[in-house]
């Protein structure tokens, strides 16, 4: 069946980095645009970035621009998240999911389980 | 960018219906889609498109939309249906973002 299983959280200083990979399996990883969707605790979910199948073209919330890059290795169906620069408000946890694009609405399938990312001193 | 407003709580007797609702600029133009999450769990899709259900989401799940508007309707709530949802659709800015609404806490009574 098809899954998303997310790794590499963590605690890291204010200012430090990170780097988060999400492994698929179950469906052809290379033909599906990915995103990374984060959640603060106790709070709601917030899209952090975007970036087509074939990683010709990645998009950024305005929170994480110049700071976090997403990436991804079609030979490995495996996505990253590389998180530089790091602060206190980026504690979240940080969710893989597949993309469906379609021009009258797109949406997330399946999810992964998450992987915790602690930010602090 | 965009904002996706939900109200954030809203509480249904078992078996009545309900019906959340999701309200923003970027839904004249683009379909919302609909998320469940349980507490520790991972969200799960339950409506996308027009109105549709993936494979595994029960038939009292439905949607619809109407101007800056999208609902979630649970018709005959049950008790595993109480969750956060959470509404989500593309930026209206005509960049590839997307935005999510604040959430539900739906409550069965």
């Known amino acids: 069946q098809v899954q998303l299983v997310e790794s590499g959280g963590g605690v890291v200083q204010p200012g430090g980095s990170l780097r988060l990979s999400c492994a698929a399996s179950g469906f052809t990883f290379s033909s599906y645009g990915m995103h990374w969707v984060r959640q603060a605790p106790g709070k709601g979910l917030e899209w952090v970035a975007f970036i087509r199948y074939d990683g010709s073209n990645k998009y950024y919330a305005d929170s994480v621009k110049g700071r976090f890059t997403i990436s991804r290795d079609n030979s490995k169906n495996t996505l990253y998240l590389q998180m530089n620069s790091l602060r206190a408000e980026d504690t979240a946890v940080y969710y893989c999911?597949?993309?469906?694009?379609?021009?009258?609405?797109?949406?997330?399938?399946?999810w992964g389980q998450g992987t915790l990312v602690t930010v602090s001193s | 960018s965009s904002e996706l407003t939900q109200d954030p709580a809203v509480s249904v007797a078992l078996g009545q219906t309900v019906r959340i609702t999701c309200q923003g600029d970027s839904l004249r133009s683009y379909y919302a889609s609909w998320y469940q999450q349980k507490p520790g769990q991972a969200p799960v899709l339950v409506i996308y498109g027009k109105n549709n259900r993936p494979s595994g989401i029960p038939d009292r799940f439905s949607g619809s939309s109407s101007g800056n508007t999208a609902s979630l309707t649970i018709t005959g709530a049950q008790a595993e249906d109480e969750a956060d949802y959470y509404c989500n659709s593309r930026d209206s800015s005509g960049n590839l973002h997307w935005v999510f609404g604040g959430g539900t806490k739906l409550t069965v009574l």
């Open positions: 999911a597949k993309c469906i694009l379609e021009p009258g609405g797109d949406w997330f399938d399946p």
